[in-house]
């Protein structure tokens, strides 16, 4: 059983930053991804990442955010620069302890956190 704690959602004004955290427990992860959801729409990968350190990314937010991992504290980051109004949504970290290649398919993973709210303001 994996348990995971998501932190450093807010409000930002457009092309600002912020970071997200999301903390495991339990048992290491094999794959760490973070998902969106905007009202309306169906939920997305954003991007992911496996244990060894290789990610993958949406096409729609290459280049602007990264995601990172400190193996150590079982915590996987998302930076997030030159946010748009359209990245608001409500972000939700994921983690899998089967699975190696960092997919952005929802059904890959079999933990789920509670999600933190990103708000860019345009």
């Known amino acids: 059983q994996v348990q995971l704690v998501e932190s450093g959602g807010g409000s930002v004004q457009s092309g600002g930053s912020l970071r997200l955290s999301c903390a495991a427990f339990?048992?290491?992860?094999?794959?760490m991804g973070w998902f969106r959801q905007a009202p309306g729409k169906e939920r997305e990968g954003v991007a992911a990442i496996n244990s060894p350190g290789s990610a993958n990314y949406a096409d729609s937010v290459k280049g602007r955010f990264t995601i990172s991992q400190d193996n150590a504290k079982n915590t996987v980051y998302l930076q997030m620069n030159s946010l748009k109004f359209e990245d608001t949504a409500m972000y939700y970290c994921?983690?899998?302890?089967?699975?190696?290649?960092?997919?952005?398919?929802?059904?890959?993973?079999?933990?789920w956190g509670q999600g933190t709210q990103v708000t860019v303001s345009s």
């Open positions: 994921a983690a899998d302890v089967a699975e190696w290649f960092p997919d952005l398919r929802a059904g890959k993973y079999n933990y």
């Open positions: 339990g048992y290491p992860y094999s794959i």
